[in-house]
């Protein structure tokens, strides 16, 4: 069973900089395409960034292009979401997911195989 937990949410100034960590249980972290998605109250879940198994490749929305930078260490069985100029918009639960897709940064929340219980991201003006 894969399990992905999240961690490093917070209640941060407008301006400000958080760094999410994901950690994967198991044994087949470096086999998995990994993505970070976000839900903010009475919104669909939307994609940020995706990052392939290999991390050669990786993704963003418009929204954060520029600000955020998605990376990973498959000896840490780890995904992280550096998130810099953060602005109130950006409240949201970030959840971590992962996808059997190896190659490819997916936007398709469909195409994950695995999710996190999420973390709360909230950003003050």
């Known amino acids: 069973q894969v399990q992905l937990v999240e961690s490093g949410g917070g209640l941060v100034q407008a301006g400000g900089s958080l760094r999410l960590s994901c950690v994967v249980s198991?044994?087949?972290?470096?086999?998995?395409?990994m993505g970070w998605f976000r839900q903010a109250p009475g919104q669909e879940r939307e994609f940020v960034s995706a990052?392939?198994?290999?991390?050669?490749?990786?993704d963003y929305s418009d929204s954060v292009k520029g600000r955020f930078t998605i990376s990973r260490d498959n000896a840490k069985n780890t995904v992280y979401l550096r998130m810099n100029s953060l602005k109130p918009e950006d409240t949201a639960v970030y959840y971590c997911?992962?996808?059997?897709?190896?190659?490819?940064?997916?936007?398709?929340?469909?195409?994950?195989?695995?999710w996190g219980q999420g973390t709360q991201v909230t950003v003050s003006s």
């Open positions: 997911a992962a996808s059997s897709r190896s190659y490819t940064a997916t936007r398709t929340p469909g195409y994950y195989d695995y």
């Open positions: 990052i392939t198994s290999s991390g050669r490749s990786t």
């Open positions: 198991g044994r087949t972290f470096s086999s998995y395409a």
